[in-house]
């Protein structure tokens, strides 16, 4: 059955790229809703913007979607990665910015929050996509591939020169509450030397060593250093499952991202909505519904995150 929360969440932070503070609540909607976001600070345009993969309007540092007056938010991965990952397929976001706070860098805040007000099931059956066949997007050396699956698994491989990170791969199913106990405290990662160089271009004016993973060759400056030794392949994964929600319902199917990030995953949902062979859209039975993500978690689960 179709999941929203039981109660309104509110995240008070900081955007990455604007530095300013910003509130954004969770509210609960009715089935069939889907997922919107809506520009409470705007008053003379469209302020609802559908988080769907045709509205991705830009992906050169974050993932952004705009309507057709142009009103977007922007860095919306993190909290599409917590719907998806705690099974909320229905709600309504106010913000009163352009941005989503980036709080600590990853998802777990946001996976406390709205498992601490608690889910709540409709009558209404799970509408999901079913991958019929192989589609991938390729650019350069990087590549995005969805394949047939019973369930939604994430493979992912990076490697970069840095040797703290250097050659990284993992894969996980995402049934089981996988999402919430493997991936949702993982953080953004960069390197020291590109932080440096966007701050000199104003690109991410709130930024720190805080909310991100910072690396230098060998070594994290980043206070603590890793929450997990693959934390940056792991949260590569979370930024993925954030885009893939974008597809408007879940995915029942493999994803493979090699070097990729939210531009060939947008692409890569691009090219399958492009092919009416590639996919179907089914109403789950109890078993599909029982291995997509999110499925059977609880408040129960809320301080598995909380220490994470």
């Known amino acids: 059955m179709q999941t929203t929360l039981r109660s309104p969440v509110t995240f008070n932070g900081t955007g990455l790229h604007t530095g300013r503070a910003v509130r954004m609540t969770i509210h609960p909607a ?59 397929q229905n709600a309504l976001i106010d913000i009163d910015g352009p941005e989503v706070p ?14 601490s007000k608690g889910l709540c099931a409709s009558d209404a059956p799970i509408r999901a996509i079913e991958v019929l066949k192989p589609v991938s997007v ?13 369930g939604l698994t994430i493979r992912f491989e990076i490697e970069f020169a840095d040797a703290v990170i250097g050659h990284q791969q993992k894969s996980l199913n995402m049934a089981n509450g996988t999402f919430v106990h493997e991936l949702c405290d993982s953080r953004t990662f960069c390197r020291k030397a590109d932080i440096d160089a966007m701050r000199d271009r104003g690109l991410i004016v709130g930024g720190s060593v805080t909310s991100a993973v910072v690396v230098d060759g060998d070594r994290v400056v980043t206070p603590g250093g890793m929450r997990h030794r693959d934390e940056p392949v792991r949260h590569k ?7 893939l929600a974008l597809a408007g319902a879940p995915i029942l199917g493999r994803y493979t991202g090699h070097k990729a990030g939210h531009a060939m995953t947008n692409l890569l949902l691009r090219a399958l909505f492009a092919d009416p062979t590639a996919y179907r859209v089914i109403e789950c039975t109890p078993e599909q519904a029982a291995r997509l993500p999110g499925a059977g978690l609880s408040r129960q689960d809320v301080p598995q995150v909380a220490a994470a």
């Open 30 to 88: 009715s089935a069939n809703y889907g997922i919107w976001f809506r520009r409470v600070d705007v008053t003379e345009h469209d302020s609802m913007i559908p988080a769907l993969w045709d509205a991705v309007s830009d992906t050169q540092l974050c993932t952004r979607i705009s309507n057709a007056d142009g009103v977007g938010v922007s860095t919306i991965e993190h909290v599409m990665a917590a719907l998806a990952g705690t099974g909320v």
């Open 138 to 150: 390729q650019r350069g050396d990087a590549e995005a591939i969805l394949e047939p699956d019973d």
């Open 102 to 115: 980036l709080l600590d860098g990853s998802s777990a805040q946001f996976v406390t929050g709205i498992l």
């Open 237 to 243: 994964m979370l930024d993925a499952l954030g885009d």
